[in-house]
């Protein structure tokens, strides 16, 4: 039989004693870890909040010069405004397209109530083959009115670029104008409706009467004195073709102020909406227009750059020169700007999309920048670059 033992004690009293005082220190230990855990915890914690809203410190400084970079931007565009175009209700057709021009009036309401834009493509001395394609980067660019004439010989390539353009008829105000060579009534109807064919249109926004001249019919350039001097038989026709449908609003074109007179002084059914003339630096007309607008007639400007002869001259007035460094803008889009901030229809003349579509880009002058503007274009002795010779003293 195997020999019994005694079980051995795993410990003795003094054993377990330091036994438990070990676990103690160990737990205390173990303790201490945790806390020393937690704690670098809560530091990281805290580091990474400080962090945090030190960024935050940061980005909120940062914002005022976002702002100031946002404003400065803002002045720049100011400067040069981006034509934008808006749908305006009312304007020959619903939601007609028209373009916005940077504080100045984007367009003027007639007394029919058609609003008529503000600046225009003028197509004068536009050479065929490149007048299509200026109408067509006009029209691209933001302009919806667009100012041409019989005379011109160029409403074939007109009317066919604004088909071509995309852009509806109804949005596009189209002018055109009687010459003299058809002032008789019975020769107006005809003389409208081959512009009309030309145009590739039913109707025109606006018709004017190029000059206050006629010319006898079949011989040439031989003025009929009458009907130059009295052209009321002539207007009484445009009555007419407003009646039928085939011009929204009639006007004049190149009229004075004595002659304006004489024609409003008869019985009209339809006052003279618009007077084309020529206005510029160097023939700025103050009279003629402090007059028209107490008579409520829109005045339009034509080679408003001084003519062809004359624009290289006129953009090196030192004025225009001195207003356009200021506002960081061209000699061009000053002197347009300031027609129309004297209240008139702008008609400025290119074929070089470039210059189209800089003369598109208009701003409101300073108004120190345009009384000095005025003061320097009422300087000088008026000189016309327009001045034809029909035997007939035109200005008077």
Not at 131 to 139: D, I, N, P, R, S
Not at 248 to 276: D, E, H
């Amino acid at each position: 039989m195997p020999p019994i033992y005694s079980p051995l004690p795993t410990s003795d009293p003094h054993a377990q004693a330091a036994d438990k005082q070990v676990e103690v220190d160990l737990e205390a230990s173990s303790i201490r870890r945790s806390c020393t855990t937690k704690a670098k915890k809560i530091v990281f914690h805290l580091l990474a909040i400080l962090a945090i809203m030190y960024a935050l410190m940061l980005t909120v400084k940062g914002i005022p010069t976002a702002c100031r970079m946002i404003r400065n931007k803002g002045a720049l565009m100011k400067n040069v405004t981006s034509v934008n175009t808006q749908k305006l209700g009312g304007c020959h057709g619903s939601n007609r397209t028209l373009s916005t021009t940077g504080g100045l009036p984007s367009f003027y309401t007639l007394p029919s109530g058609d609003k008529i834009p503000s600046v225009a493509l003028g197509v004068w001395r536009a050479d065929p083959g490149h007048v299509g394609e200026a109408v067509k980067t006009a029209l691209k660019a933001g302009y919806r009115h667009i100012d041409g004439a019989w005379i011109y010989g160029n409403e074939v390539e007109v009317g066919k670029a604004i088909r071509d353009s995309g852009v509806s008829r109804k949005d596009i105000w189209i002018t055109s104008k009687l010459w003299n060579t058809f002032h008789a009534p019975e020769d107006v109807e005809p003389a409208l409706d081959e512009s009309l064919t030309r145009l590739g249109t039913n109707y025109l926004d606006l018709y004017l009467i190029h000059w206050p001249v006629a010319f006898k019919k079949g011989q040439g350039q031989e003025v009929d004195h009458d009907l130059t001097e009295s052209p009321y038989p002539t207007w009484q026709k445009l009555e007419e073709m407003v009646q039928k449908g085939k011009v929204r609003n009639i006007g004049v074109s190149n009229f004075n102020i004595r002659r304006l007179q004489n024609l409003t002084a008869n019985p009209l059914k339809y006052q003279p909406a618009v007077n084309q003339v020529e206005l510029s630096y160097w023939n700025p007309q103050p009279e003629l227009l402090k007059w028209a607008k107490s008579n409520d007639l829109l005045l339009e400007a034509y080679s408003p750059l001084g003519s062809q002869n004359r624009v290289k001259e006129t953009l090196e007035v030192p004025e225009v020169k001195s207003i356009a460094k200021e506002l960081d803008i061209t000699p061009a889009q000053v002197i347009i700007s300031w027609h129309v901030q004297r209240g008139t229809i702008v008609l400025p003349k290119s074929v070089t999309p470039s210059r189209v579509v800089e003369n598109f880009h208009v701003v409101p002058l300073p108004q120190e920048a345009f009384d000095k503007l005025e003061e320097a274009a009422a300087s000088h002795k008026p000189e016309r670059s327009v001045n034809p010779d029909w035997g007939v003293d035109i200005w008077h």
